[in-house]
């Protein structure tokens, strides 16, 4: 059971331009969110996180925006450059701290 | 100075066999986990210790027993292994259990299991 889910596997997207993620989740006690980034042969590192009781946080490049009504958070990379091609997971832990993983989505900055 | 390594970082074995993977943090957290990325790429936690008491244990066979002789080291011990374990193990550690705090995360093991 997916209660984590970022529906876009994969994502182009110009040196640049704003790249833009998303992720929906269906556990309403999930009060607080991670994006990982991870490259191929390494493990994720942590980005950027955000509590149930922001509706954004930014840090340089990256900011990250939650809807709680609709259930759902973005990432938005401004601007996009060649490094930060890569994984990006969303995650949530639920009451016990167990941390839920989306798929990921692949991210490809192209030159 | 890696903040959370794990050894090996490729282990090809037959099935059947028994195998180890260790993983040591020098972060100085309490917190350490064991995570699954499978074929499809999801991460699922596997087991987590907090101070090396057993504190999240998912429904994993019980072939897999994690070992954590003091709290900077958490070991994956796998007996009988199957086809079905190849996959990728990645050991983490963070301040504390509640979720909240980062993970960070060792590079990986690749197990392949022929």
């Known amino acids: 059971d997916q209660q984590v889910k970022q529906n876009s596997p994969s994502l182009s997207v110009q040196e640049g331009r704003i790249s833009i993620l998303n992720c929906d989740y269906t556990?309403?006690?999930?009060?607080?969110f991670l994006w990982y980034k991870k490259y191929p042969a390494e493990g994720p590192t942590f980005l950027i996180s955000?509590?149930?009781?922001?509706d954004k946080n930014e840090d340089g490049r990256f900011t990250v925006f939650l809807n709680k009504s609709a259930k759902h958070l973005s990432l938005h990379i401004v601007p996009s450059q060649p490094g930060d091609s890569a994984v990006y997971f969303c995650a949530a832990p639920n009451s016990w701290g167990k941390l839920q993983f989306g798929a990921g989505t692949q991210v490809v900055v192209t030159p | 100075d890696t903040a959370v390594s794990q050894t090996p970082k490729y282990l090809v074995t037959q099935m059947g066999n028994d195998k180890s993977i260790k993983c040591e943090q020098n972060l100085g957290h309490d917190t350490m986990y064991w995570y699954k990325q499978d074929s499809k790429k999801f991460l699922k936690i596997m087991f987590s210790?907090?101070?090396?008491?057993?504190?999240i244990n998912e429904t994993v066979p019980n072939r897999f027993s994690p070992k954590s002789p003091d709290k900077a080291h958490l070991n994956l011990h796998i007996n009988s292994l199957e086809l079905g374990d190849s996959a990728v193990y990645f050991c983490?550690?963070?301040?504390?259990?509640?979720?909240?705090?980062?993970?960070?995360f060792g590079n990986g093991t690749r197990l392949t299991v022929t």
């Open positions: 983490a550690s963070s301040q504390d259990w509640q979720g909240s705090s980062p993970l960070h």
């Open positions: 210790y907090n101070n090396k008491e057993l504190i």
């Open positions: 556990n309403s006690m999930f009060d607080y």
């Open positions: 955000i509590s149930s009781i922001k």
